[in-house]
């Protein structure tokens, strides 16, 4: 059974710039979710997604935005990229957002802003 | 969801248990505790999760005291591919109240020959 998969791995971008990042859950997942991981802040929980609905939201700008497709593919741009947005960017998929489950993380995408 | 408390490091030598510690003082009754490891590069992973009683898996034992305000993850035989940075974490279970976590600094556990 293949695992989440997130596009692309590493990527460079500069100040102002927008970006777009991909998430492929596991198959038969309908839960998308999506962290932020820095030095400073540690992982960050920035929104998740279930049946192409936004279920919940963290406490990040309007520059980062998300949607999730009717086959749970899911994806989040950033625009007006700063410095600080320089991250590793990691998608969960689980089963559902009911009783409590595993979440199943990617490898995540590491972003640097330059 | 209640606040957690890790020691930032820990050593084990490897084939000895390690014992990683978390404190939750403010936990609520109907707060689960969740266990994830990230090893260094690669996305966390789930571990355990219990709410009152002990439990254990092919990873690891969760210990959870009476009174729920600490628990300790017990991994039974270290090994050298245990290395990583151990969150636990604190959640309420709700029923549709979604996949939120919340991951405090972990214990970062180096397990050495």
């Known amino acids: 059974k293949a695992g989440v998969t997130q596009t692309p791995r590493y990527l460079i971008k500069t100040r102002g710039q927008q970006v777009t990042l991909s998430c492929s859950p596991i198959?038969?997942?309908?839960?998308v979710s999506w962290y932020q991981q820095t030095p400073g802040q540690g992982l960050q929980f920035l929104f998740e997604?279930?049946?192409?609905?936004?279920?919940n939201k963290g406490n990040f700008p309007g520059r980062f935005s998300g949607r999730q497709f009717s086959n749970s593919r899911s994806e989040m741009n950033v625009s007006t990229l700063e410095l600080g947005d320089s991250a590793l960017y990691l998608c969960a998929s689980s089963l559902g957002t009911g009783a409590f489950r595993e979440l199943f993380f990617g490898e995540g995408s590491r972003l640097t802003v330059l | 969801d209640a606040k957690t408390t890790q020691p930032p490091s820990m050593d084990c030598a490897e084939g000895r248990a390690a014992n990683l510690p978390c404190n939750h003082s403010t936990i609520s009754g109907n707060e689960y505790v969740y266990w994830y490891r990230q090893i260094h590069s690669q996305g966390p992973q789930y571990i355990i999760h219990g709410l009152k009683n002990n439990e254990t898996n092919e990873m690891a034992s969760l210990i959870i005291t009476e009174d729920r305000k600490s628990s300790t993850l017990i991994l039974p035989h270290a090994t050298l591919r245990d290395t990583a940075v151990y969150y636990c974490?604190?959640?309420?279970?709700?029923?549709?109240?979604?996949?939120?976590?919340?991951f405090g600094t972990g214990t970062q556990l180096k397990v050495e020959l």
């Open positions: 997604y279930f049946s192409e609905t936004q279920r």
């Open positions: 198959s038969g997942h309908r839960s």
């Open positions: 974490i604190v959640r309420v279970k709700i029923t549709g109240g979604g996949n939120k976590l919340t």
